[in-house]
């Protein structure tokens, strides 16, 4: 018979091989069988699949990673953070936020990746609320019930533009939750939240929610930051940087493909994706087409003026505590 020690040690060794055993399973859930004729690259999404993920789906079904010689495992997302995960190594791609990738990034220890494509030109997140509340400026947030995550981005943000509109941040009733269904909040519990014009501002609409939505790029061009983008281990692409270039052009050729054909990509997704709302995904893809390269010279391209500019309010606005050097945390040179 083993004593307890025995005991504890045969638990914490079946422990062990438990949590690598479903570690394994997690990481491999969804790849396919492996080729030894491609290249295994994985990427995290951020979010449960959406249409800000659409390119790299099309990307998949259309067979544009194989003709780059790469089978490529779409991560559905994890419990840590996708950056944390490719930052570690463990995995070459994740998505992320230039706002969310901005404490990684402003540290004596900075994270070890950068942005390597942007999937949006231009920021779609804003402020919604009921339309009968009226919030046509951030003047009308005073004395309203406002959703929040109690992010500090967030607050800053929001004390950044009630103060430019001669309004107090004190002033705004928060309520701490976590909502993953806005419209539903807005129709029975709050009066505004942040959102994303791609999903929350569609999603209202077809729940028959009247809504308002402020824009962040259009209440300031600072706030026009990238949101959401592709982002790379840096020792990856120092190391691989050929398989890194096939990978975003493979991924370039998906996302053109959604931006020229929305129907088509919109079908991809949902077949791929079981248990969508095809509605919604569908409206979501009409619109969100014509935003992947908007006014860029081609997919994927980060500005330097913006991207350096949000960095740099960020720390004016003391939401970070140390500046990111110029030039930190993107690269073009692996779009096509």
């Known amino acids: 018979m083993m004593n307890k ?53 099309v990307a998949k079904e259309l067979k544009y990673f194989e003709e780059e010689g790469l089978s490529v495992n779409i991560l559905q997302p994890p419990e840590g953070s996708a950056t944390s995960l490719v930052a570690s190594g463990k995995i070459q791609f994740g998505i992320d936020f230039q706002d969310f990738l901005a404490p990684a990034l402003a540290s004596k220890a900075p994270l070890p990746v950068k942005a390597v494509a942007a999937i949006v030109q231009h920021n779609t997140s804003g402020i919604i609320s009921k339309k009968e509340k009226n919030i046509l400026s951030m003047k009308e947030l005073e004395f309203k019930t406002y959703a929040t995550w109690d992010n500090p981005m967030e607050h800053s943000f929001l004390k950044y533009l009630m103060k430019k509109n001669g309004a107090n941040f004190n002033n705004i009733k928060l309520i701490h939750a976590t909502i993953d269904n806005v419209p539903a909040a807005l129709k029975y519990d709050i009066d505004c939240a942040w959102g994303y014009f791609g999903s929350d501002a569609i999603a209202a609409k077809l729940y028959g929610v009247d809504y308002n939505f402020l824009p962040f790029k259009d209440l300031d061009n600072v706030l026009d930051y990238y949101a959401p983008i592709i982002i790379a281990n ?40 079981p248990g969508l709302n095809k509605e919604l995904i569908k409206e979501s893809q009409m619109w969100v087409s ?31 505590d140390f500046k990111i050097p110029r030039g930190q945390g993107f690269t073009n040179e692996f779009l096509m």
């Open 5 to 57: 020690t025995s005991c504890g040690i045969t638990f914490l060794i079946i422990s062990v091989l438990a949590f690598f055993l479903l570690f394994s399973i997690y990481f491999k859930s969804n790849e396919e069988p492996i080729n030894p004729d491609l290249i295994p690259v994985t990427i995290a999404l951020d979010w449960t699949p959406n249409t800000n993920h659409t390119g790299l789906y």
């Open 234 to 273: 840096n020792e990856y692409l120092k190391n691989e940087p050929e398989t890194a270039k096939k990978f975003l052009r493979a991924v370039s050729k998906g996302y053109e493909y959604a931006s020229e054909n929305p129907e088509n990509s919109a079908n991809i997704l949902i077949k791929t994706v």
């Open 290 to 320: 014509t935003k992947y390269i908007d006014d860029a010279q081609s997919w994927g391209h980060i500005d330097e003026n913006r991207w350096e500019s949000f960095f740099d309010w960020l720390y004016e606005e003391n939401v970070i």
